[in-house]
């Protein structure tokens, strides 16, 4: 009877644990990664030398606009489409998740640079075509920005995700300068 309850008691632990460690795990609004699941992935990979890592940030442009403008209810759907199409776009290239806010990561190995480009301009694409099946009042976008480390380089990938987010604000503003605001 006594071993039957320890048992019963250990096992409500480690599901209890296991239901902890998903929800830290799992961005509770959009369902995607946590950024403690993408920092955690970043550590697993730091001493990953044979294959390439690539780390592109995204941020959606005039998510300030959409939340001040329509709601933060409208802000998290906007979010939570947004991520959909991420995960949906990089489902078998990459691992996705949100860093906080409107800015998302994803990190994928031993794609190039042309297919980084090809995958984010795909994401912009369908953002395009949302918007118009939801007949949104606003467009959504997204600015974007990357950085590689190659195969058997030395470079700390917090380093490298650090020239990622650089490289996303640089469009950023490239795109702010064009649209005239």
Known sequence: MVIGLIIFCVLKIVIYWNQSVTKLNTDTLTKCNSRIAMQSFIEQ????????????????????YVNDTFGHDEGDRILIIF??????????????????????????MDVNESKIEELANEVNVKLQEISK??????????SYGYAVRPQNNN??????????????YKYKEKVHRQEGY
């Open 133 to 142: 099946e939801l007949q949104l009042p606003y467009q959504v976008s997204t």
């Open 83 to 108: 991520s959909n199409i991420l995960m949906d776009t990089f489902q078998n290239f990459a691992k996705v998740g949100r860093m906080g806010g409107d800015e998302f990561l994803a990190i994928a």
């Open 155 to 168: 470079t700390l990938l917090y380093d490298v995700m650090k020239q990622a987010d650089k490289n996303m």
């Open 45 to 64: 990979l730091e001493h990953e030398r044979n294959n390439s890592i690539a780390i592109v940030y995204f941020d959606l442009n005039k998510f300030k």
